[in-house]
């Protein structure tokens, strides 16, 4: 079945020979930015019920969801899921579906597995149309109390009414639920902390959380509170649980709504201030008009730094420190350009692979300039952890690395988080 935008019935779409159902309200893409959903860890297309529809109402946006596999009436998956399913999803699955409804920019709306999916895209992938993160009961760590609950849900599922519930629903419901259930509480889950790409996200983000999620705790909120330098706006919801938009219909579209208008205010001013001073030259005399300041500072246009960005590519990463973008995001971090440098340093970040002392350093530089943005906001109780994890991640770095590493030694360290701008 080819996709046909704007059919609120449910359709498909096929992804690596996976058909995955979807369906779509609103205007197309190519007239009004996208909302996408993700649904949650036993949801799926229909369980969204009226939602996506109040969401074109009122936003003026498109919405599209679809059912990830093993849900709604997407095609089975076999299980046991990987531990990592939600950071696969958003890496393997989630690019190729925005790719094929032809999405050109909007939001990423995620309901508590699915929040923690845009989360991990929103960190991971570098794709400028994404212009925000809605996030609601987000986990970024297992909790005892959260575990519990789902100890529970699987007592309901095997003993109570809750298979029949959700048979409404899904084609497969064994494997919609124990995909979910069985990773959930698999012993290793009990480590499972994706809470470092909150330090990668460079877009603004919206977190809703209900003060009784039995789910999650506000702690989930709090780690944002403490990691983000994006700008970020918190909902906590009284009187509700772990869905808001069900419980506090309301209250969770009203912040929604006024989430979606402030980016598209913000979206108006880059475009009428992409010109004049902020020329961009891949070189180490130019410097931004000033230092973005969340919250305080107009935000750069999106592609100011792309020059600088692009000046690494096709160089091995062995060879990023003789690069215009590392000594531009280095002269950033040395002259009080924090998120800037921040923003510079992730394209090498991201180029380096996984396990690699390199790619270790990058992060440490990273959560540097972050930490000094953090001073400068006020915020020092998330100045003093960004220092210690950048302390862990350097020393990781050298652990194994005799002499220099990028031309650092262990002991610049000190000298980098004292003497900035």
Known sequence: MSFKWG???AQSITIDGVSLECASWGASPDKAPTIVLLHEGLGCVAMWKDFP??????TGFGVFAYSRAGYGGSDPVTLPRPIDYMPLEAKNTLPKVLDQIGFQRGILLGHSDGATIAACYGASVSDQRIRGLILMAPHFFTEEMGLSAIVKAKAAYDAGDLKNRLA???????IAFRGWNDVWLDPKFKDMNVADCIDHWRIPILAIQGQEDQYGTPAQI??????????????????????????QPQKTLQVIVDFTATLERLEHEQVVTA????TRLPDLTWRPAYAYLPGQTERH???LFDEIKNACAGCHYYEFRETATFDNAYSFLREGFYWESHEVFEVLWMACPDGSAEKTLLQGLIQLANMHLKQRMGRQKAAIRLRAMAEALWTEAFTHQNGALYGFKKEDLEYLMQNNA
């Open 222 to 247: 709090d780690e944002i509170e403490a990691r983000i330098y994006s700008p970020l706006e918190v909902a906590i919801l009284e009187q509700c649980g772990h869905a808001p938009h069900v419980e």
């Open 275 to 278: 010109g004049g001073s902020m």
């Open 301 to 303: 246009p999106e592609t």
């Open 53 to 58: 529809q109040k969401l074109v109402l009122k």
């Open 7 to 9: 059919s609120a019935e």
């Open 168 to 174: 409404k629903y899904h084609e497969n419901v064994d």
